[in-house]
Each structure stands twice: as structure tokens, then as C-alpha cells.
DNA sequence: ATATTAGTTCGATAATTATCGAACTAATTG
DNA sequence: CAATTAGTTCGATAATTATCGAACTAATAT
């Protein structure tokens, strides 16, 4: 195994981490349905979890790459990262 | 959320728990490269683990049906289930 | 200025996990 | 039969994780 392609492994690996948590999933299924942006207590309605538990996993996704967050006044709107699921996960919107 | 996404995405959670050790990331590509069944042993040499930690992830992927076993006298034989791979994970090995 | 709202951070906790070496089973070889 | 080999299971352990409620920050509304 090449050092190029174990970096895109522990890539993979890591964002495999988040996407095993069927919580996590289910985000970004509603965010994907959704079509567009959406804002965090939006998506969070859905989950019945306690609002850290909410937050604790948009940063997980957030921090691997899977989502946008973008600021406006008070909330937070988020949004499928499409350059991460193009590059690491093609075709994973489609699996159903 | 619809009941069937519902389990896909549980079945997906499952496999992407799997897929969250780089190890075991390196242990499907091996196989994948190598290109037809390999031994355990051939598998665990290239890891540098402990046998009974090799044997503990081969359990995993097994049990997540990402691979197939054959036993052949006193050996294992392991090989890709391109199944799952094409159902749950297409164009996993295309990403490099 | 006070109250409300959206989201984050913190501390605690229970559950899961990756790892090892040792002991084991089953098959093969001498 | 005895020794070796391939792989599994077990017990222990250290690390990580998902979850909660409480306390917090920052922005908005009354």
C-alpha cells in the first residue's frame, strides 16, 4: 500500500466514524431531501435528542467535512457538503 | 423518514461502524488488490497485529458481510462480497 | 433593559471498542 | 502419537463515544 493512497484510507476512515452513527445519517438524508439549507433546530426537531446531542454531532459532521454551516444572526444554516460525498462517497445518496 | 430508509440506513451505520478502522480499510483493499481469495495469514502479515486482533477483525467484516469465508482444511479463505460492495458501497475502490 | 431564542461547551456516565497475550480447537505433518 | 500450524475465544485494559442536563454566549424581540 502506497503513502498516498493510506492517507485517503485514514481519510476514509475517519468519515466512515461519523457515518457510523445512524443519528448522523439520518441528518443528512433530511438535509439532502431537503434540497437546501437548512437550520440546525430545523434539522434537530426531527431526532428527538437533547440540543447538545444535536450540536455534538452537526460538529462531528461538520468537522469531517460532510456539512457546510454558514451563520446568519442567531442560527446556523447547514448544507450537504457536495465536494466531500463527489470525492469520498459518490453515489451514496442513491443507495436505497 | 420512511420505514425501508430506516433500515437501510441502519444497515449502513453497521457497515460504516466496520469501515471506521483504518485496519480494517487496509484489509479490504488488500484483497481487493491482491485480486482473489488470500489466506488470513497472507492478510494479517502485511497488518503487524497481534493474530487474535487480526482474527477480531475479521469477525467484523464477516459479520457485516463486506467479506465471504471458505474454509479449506485448516485455513480460511477471504475474498470481497462484491455484493454488499455493489448494493451499499459502489465505487468504493474507485476512490483514490 | 429584560426576556427569549439558537446554539455551544462542560462534566458526568454508561457503553463500546481495539488491542494484547494466553489458552484453546482443529487440522496437518513428522 | 507428538509437534506444529491456522485460526478462535477469553479476560483484561485503556481509550473513545453517545447521551444528558446545566451553565454559558450571542443575537433577537418585547
Known sequence: MNIEQQAIDDKLATIFKVLSDPHRISILRILHENGHEMTCGEVGEQLNLAKSTVSY???????AGLT????????????????????????FFDVS
Open 68 to 91: 457546510n454551516t454558514r451563520k446568519v444572526g442567531q442560527t446556523k444554516m447547514l448544507s450537504i457538503n457536495e465536494t466531500t460525498f463527489e470525492q469520498y462517497l459518490p453515489h
Open 57 to 63: 454531532h452537526f460538529k462531528a459532521l461538520r468537522k
